[in-house]
Structure formats: structure tokens, C-alpha cells
């Protein structure tokens, strides 16, 4: 996931129109099912994306990449821009993730749901934890 989330994402277009550019019918509905569980509402799945958040540009963001079934995911402070009542949501489509996570964070939270190894980077290199 970027840095500057616009370095990614077209500002003009919805989040519809950037997750689905074919026009098939059931990509479509797939990309609003992951949207809906995003919490996205109707509104902010079709207005430009330059109008949303920076919490809901990363989210979406996350969706891009799960619909394009990327393998591995590498996330730097994924939570960084998601409120804490955002954050489970994050969690719960993280776990279901079926590929390799290479994640860092200082949200304790966030590691503790997610990750299945934690490695703490220390003027010693690095130290398993978990």
C-alpha cells in the first residue's frame, strides 16, 4: 500500500468505476459487496474519490487489492488513517486474507488480531516476539 494514496487512485472516478472496469455485472455487485463491508455507503461508492477520506481511500485501496487477488500484501501503519471503530473492520478482511501479510505497525491492536509472527526491530536487529 502506498504512502500517498494518490500516487493509486484516479481522483475523478468512483470507487465503483476504480475497482470495476469491465462493466460485468457480477464483478460490479462483488465490488459493492466489499465496499458495503468496508463501510462504505451508497453515497461514498459513487462520488469521486478525491471527495472521500483518507481512511476510506486506503480501505478502498485494500479492496483493490483483494479483488485482484494479490498474494502477498505489504502494509506500512495500515490503520494509520482508520478510526478505531474502522479498525475491526480492517481486522476481520485482513484475516480472511488468504495470502501473506508483511506488515508494519505500532498498533498493538491491529498486530495482535492479525499477525501470527511479530518480529520487534531493536538497536540489537530483530527479536521474535510472537
Known amino acids: 500500500m502506498p504512502q500517498n494514496y494518490e500516487d493509486r487512485l484516479d481522483s475523478t472516478k468512483t470507487p465503483i468505476e476504480f475497482l470495476e472496469r469491465t ?3 457480477d464483478a460490479i455487485t462483488k465490488a459493492y ?3 458495503g463491508s468496508m463501510n462504505f455507503t451508497k453515497e461514498e461508492m459513487h462520488q469521486p474519490i478525491k ?3 483518507g481512511g476510506q481511500k486506503a480501505k478502498l485501496l485494500l479492496v483493490k487489492m483483494i479483488l485482484d487477488q494479490c498474494e502477498i500484501l505489504i502494509l506500512d501503519e495500515p490503520t ?3 478510526s478505531p471503530l474502522t479498525t ?3 481486522c476481520r478482511s485482513l484475516t480472511a486474507f488468504d495470502g501473506v501479510i508483511i506488515s508494519i505497525s505500532h498498533d498493538r491492536r491491529y498486530l495482535h ?3 501470527t509472527t511479530v518480529y520487534d526491530l531493536t538497536s540489537e536487529g530483530l527479536m ?3
Open 23 to 25: 462493466g460485468n455485472k
Open 33 to 35: 459487496t466489499h465496499l
Open 51 to 53: 471527495n472521500l477520506s
Open 80 to 82: 494509520r488513517n482508520f
Open 88 to 90: 475491526p473492520v480492517l
Open 113 to 115: 488480531e492479525i499477525a
Open 128 to 130: 521474535k516476539i510472537k
